[in-house]
């Protein structure tokens, strides 16, 4: 089956910098990759998504690009914000089936 | 607010009893996936519904089952109850499976504690 591996497990960026969160997935097969944010007591939120057509998608702050070949892809936020603080979780899907994620990196950004 | 709605927000049980965890989707939406979110194995897809239908199995014990009902909200039943069961469940809704829009809308969990 899939297998997702993320990058890194905790990161710590100052205010203003930027973050990049890198997750590897094992199945070619996979056309769909969401990243999410989980934040404390609360359900994983999407915040941004790319399908295997695509190589790089951006929305505000936040990009996520997207290498077939190499079978990575990663989730670059910049100007971080304290708000920007929480646990990000990538997720690789053959269309809309048996979503796989990483294992979750904490990211704390200090004020 | 994502619109995915869990009940009940807390179980506390012990072990052999069994549980029902309860979903309802956004509405319009026709797929819900399953998931258990513990400390050390992080989120692990248990099983989807889509429609009425299961659509896709992961790694779902035989102890656990589930079922999508026709006003599509679903239920995740766990029996046998292990300590190792302890964990936050979620469900996850998304528009339709079938028209290549899988975004999915994550709801706020059951956290299950058996002790």
């Known amino acids: 089956g899939e297998n997702v591996e993320q990058h890194p497990s905790t990161l710590s960026v100052q205010e203003g910098d930027s973050a990049v969160i890198k997750c590897t997935y094992s199945d070619s097969a996979s056309n769909y990759f969401p990243w999410y944010k989980q934040e404390l007591g609360k359900g994983p939120q999407l915040i941004i998504d790319?399908?295997?057509?695509?190589g790089e998608k951006k929305d505000q702050r936040i990009a996520v690009t997207l290498n077939k070949t190499a079978k990575h892809f990663s989730l670059h936020i910049t100007e971080t914000q304290p708000e920007d603080s929480a646990v990000y979780f990538c997720?690789?899907?053959?269309?809309?089936?048996?979503?796989?994620f990483g294992t979750g990196t904490s990211l704390t950004v200090i004020p | 607010d994502s619109g995915v709605t869990q009940t009940p927000k807390h179980l506390i049980t012990a072990t052999g009893q069994r549980v029902t965890l309860r979903c309802s989707p956004r509405?319009?939406?026709?797929?819900v996936y399953w998931y258990q979110q513990s400390l050390d194995q992080g989120l692990q897809f248990l099983i989807q519904?889509?429609?009425?239908?299961?659509?896709a199995k992961g790694n779902i014990l035989e102890r656990f089952s589930a079922q999508q009902f026709p006003d599509l909200h679903s239920e995740l039943n766990l029996s046998s109850l292990e300590l190792g069961d302890s964990a936050l469940y979620f469900c996850?809704?998304?528009?339709?499976?079938?028209?290549?829009?899988?975004?999915?809308?994550f709801g706020p969990g059951t956290r299950l504690t058996v002790t």
């Open positions: 996850a809704s998304s528009v339709e499976w079938d028209r290549a829009s899988y975004e999915q809308y």
């Open positions: 790319i399908r295997s057509n695509v």
């Open positions: 509405s319009g939406d026709l797929s």
């Open positions: 997720a690789a899907s053959i269309s809309g089936n048996q979503f796989y």
């Open positions: 519904y889509y429609n009425g239908e299961e659509r």
